[in-house]
């Protein structure tokens, strides 16, 4: 296998601000699983939220820190500004409907790329696609809020926007093996693997755009995915050797990671496909407990009381002293 042989997009980190308000949306609006309940291996005071289909299969997954005293991020160059999902073909009526309902924002639908969709801002203005697109049906679960005929299926690009796209375009085609598929005015697409819904990442050249700031309602960094730990391992080997800085693997419990700093700003992440969210949990209960990695259990009363309170989708309710 070569390097650059990614599969897609692994996941989206993101920070937000209310714990709770995340919740209701990603999993109430968006009808996504909490795959996972955490918190941030550096940080024990932070819940780490992890939501997907019904497995967390690796594509499908968006990831928030609830940083509640960080202020407000500014989307600009060197961010993803737009992380789009899959959503089944002729059920854009039904999320707008959906969406109306709750008397959430969007813009008029358009089409992009040959696909119809629209934008919304999620409750700290992270931006957000819902697009009509061609995808393997998302594994559902017991108790799941939306039918699988309008169920997001995975995310389906994500992107990136630039000052100038030139030298993030060359590490995309270079050794992370992407290919360009496409531009349609300021915007580059490029595909990587096997292509399609998942595998998207959007390159828009925004000279006049102010740099991105972090923050709640901005992207952390994006996932791409890796098949094992060999692959991940000769990717980093070539990533140095081409003379960028890469982090030594970390384990993430559900994955393993190395990061990486495109030349345009944002941060990439190579995570592993496996071990994968079902390996402290049952598919049953998947994002039902506070899982808490082996560093942090022998502390767990403390870190629970220090935790804001949460109530999950199942009713469970976590932190403040509970859970
Ligand atoms: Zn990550």
């Not at 996504?32 to 996972?36: D, N, P």
């Given at each position: 296998m070569a390097p650059g042989d990614l599969q897609g997009i692994h996941h989206v980190t993101a920070i937000c601000g209310d714990a709770q308000r995340n919740v209701d949306f990603y999993a109430g609006v968006l009808g996504?699983?909490?795959?996972?309940l955490t918190?941030?291996?550096?940080?024990?005071?932070?819940?780490?939220?992890?939501?997907?289909?019904?497995?967390?299969?690796?594509g499908s997954i968006i990831t928030f820190f609830p940083y509640v005293d960080s202020g407000p991020g500014r989307p600009g160059v060197g961010q993803v500004t737009t992380t789009s999902y899959a959503i089944p073909l002729g059920s854009l009526d039904?999320?707008?409907?959906?969406?109306?309902?709750?008397?959430i924002d969007f813009d008029a639908p358009t089409e992009a790329f040959g696909c119809r969709q629209i934008t919304l801002l999620d409750p700290d203005r992270l931006?957000?696609?819902?697009?009509?697109?061609?995808?393997?049906?998302?594994?559902?679960?017991?108790?799941?809020?939306?039918?699988?005929?309008?169920?997001?299926?995975?995310?389906?690009?994500?992107r990136l926007a630039e000052e100038a796209g030139e030298s993030t375009a060359r590490l995309l085609t270079g050794l992370m093996g992407f290919r360009e598929t496409g531009t349609e005015g300021t915007v580059r697409q490029y595909e990587v693997g096997s292509g399609g819904s998942g595998t998207i990442v959007e390159v828009q050249c925004s000279p006049d755009l102010p740099p991105g700031r972090g923050g709640q309602g901005s992207v952390h960094h994006v996932a791409f995915r890796t098949p094992d730990d060999a692959h991940q391992f000769a990717l980093r080997a070539a990533?140095?050797?081409?003379?960028?800085?890469?982090?030594?693997?970390?384990?993430?419990n559900y994955f393993r990671s190395i990061y990486f700093r495109e030349p345009g700003g944002v941060?990439?992440?190579?995570?592993?496909?496996?071990?994968?969210?079902?390996?402290?949990?049952?598919d049953a209960d998947l994002g039902t407990h506070l899982?808490?990695?082996?560093?942090?259990?022998?502390?767990?009363?403390?870190?629970?009381?220090?935790?804001p309170p949460l109530r999950l989708p199942n009713g469970v309710e976590i932190g403040g002293g509970a859970g």
């Open positions: 996504l699983r909490v795959v996972k918190v941030n291996f550096d940080d024990p005071t932070t819940y780490h939220l992890y939501y997907g289909d019904g497995v967390g299969s690796p039904a999320w707008m409907a959906r969406l109306a309902e709750r008397t931006r957000i696609a819902l697009v009509e697109a061609e995808a393997p049906a998302a594994s559902g679960w017991e108790g799941a809020p939306l039918a699988p005929d309008i169920a997001i299926r995975r995310i389906h690009s994500v990533l140095l050797a081409d003379g960028r800085n890469v982090s030594p693997i970390m384990d993430r941060l990439f992440e190579v995570a592993t496909d496996p071990p994968g969210f079902l390996i402290d949990e049952t899982k808490l990695p082996a560093q942090y259990e022998p502390h767990r009363e403390a870190i629970v009381r220090r935790l």
